[in-house]
């Protein structure tokens, strides 16, 4: 089955590279890769431009800045394969990434998997892990070493790695709103994505306290529960005197305090994006 692979981009002329030769390097070959700029303000097109003529079935489409979830959903819309795979442009693979992910819709030789429609995997590295910063947004987010995610994950989740263009199709896509509009589509399907064992993949975590900040100004723009009471229970955790104390603790337990740091700007980013989402009403793209 063909398979497209679809890419959201905004300000990505670093990363965008390494990911599509990343691509380019699958076993699995019966795909393309369409790209979408949401209306960034770095190179990421000339940077694209260049891989254009150099890299088979690569396309590349513009939009205004509307999100990634708008952006995936303009590049489904113009994709070619019946299998839709969304990844984003900081991302790397290894070589049967793609054969691995779709295995489960397509089923290898000989067997079926009917009753699966989509896929996700388990098997997400973080790439730079090499990084102090890195790390410490791990010990953030209480994710297993090295990985993406927590122990014990479930072999089923809310967001989709693959899923069949038809299905897709058939609820329209995401729906646009930020943080997290990748867990929309799991929710008007009415089903989650299933494990594909061996799609093995690598994806940055922050590495420095710029973009540590700016990240987690954007996942403070989030649509909290309970409205306001949510609100305003977030700005209370991100207070000063509590992101000290949570650094404080977790960096020994860690043994590491640089956590300390990473904690007050990370709760300082989320306390400003809390803060902007009441007073202009807008949530993050």
Same mark, same amino acid.
């Given at each position: 089955? /063909? ?6 981009? %905004?300000?990505?002329?670093?990363? @965008? @590279? ?32 260049? +891989?254009?003529? /150099? ?5 590349? =489409? ?36 793609? /054969? ?38 791990? @010990? ?12 014990? %994950? ?9 899923? =069949? ?43 420095? +306290? ?13 649509? %909290?529960?309970?409205?306001? +009471? ?35 700007? %990370? ?19």
């Amino acid at each position: 089955m /063909k398979v497209s692979v679809v890419i959201p981009v %905004y300000n990505e002329q670093d990363a @965008i @590279i390494e990911c599509i030769e990343s691509l380019q390097a699958q076993n699995y070959k019966d795909f393309d890769v369409v790209v979408v700029d949401d209306g960034g303000s770095d190179k990421t097109l000339e940077v694209l431009s260049d +891989l254009r003529f /150099k890299i088979k079935d690569l396309r590349i =489409l513009k939009q205004e800045h509307k999100g990634a979830g708008a952006a995936r959903n303009l590049g489904a819309k113009e994709a070619n394969g019946e299998i839709l795979v969304f990844v984003d442009a900081d991302m790397t693979f290894d070589k049967n990434f793609l /054969k691995k992910l779709v295995e489960p819709i397509i089923g290898p030789p000989f067997q079926s998997f009917d009753d699966v429609n989509g896929t996700f995997s388990k098997e997400e590295f973080v790439a730079n892990w090499d990084n102090p910063w890195a790390r410490c947004w791990n @010990i953030n987010e209480g994710w297993e070493e090295k990985r993406r995610h927590p122990k014990n %994950y479930p072999d089923h989740q809310p967001v989709f790695r693959a899923i =069949l263009k038809s299905e897709f199709e058939k609820v329209g896509g995401f729906t646009p709103g930020g943080y997290d509009d990748d867990w929309s589509l799991s929710k008007k399907l009415g089903y989650e994505a299933v494990n594909a064992p061996g799609a093995i993949f690598y994806h940055k975590n922050p590495s420095n +306290l710029s973009e540590i900040f700016n990240h987690a100004k954007w996942v403070g723009k989030r649509k %909290y529960k309970f409205g306001y +009471l949510g609100d305003i229970v977030a700005l209370i955790r991100s207070f000063f005197p509590i992101s000290i104390f949570v650094g404080l603790v977790k960096g020994i337990r860690n043994k590491d305090l640089r956590f300390i740091v990473f904690k007050l700007v %990370y709760d300082f980013g989320v306390f400003k994006g809390i803060i902007e989402l009441i007073t202009s009403g807008k949530k993050s793209k």
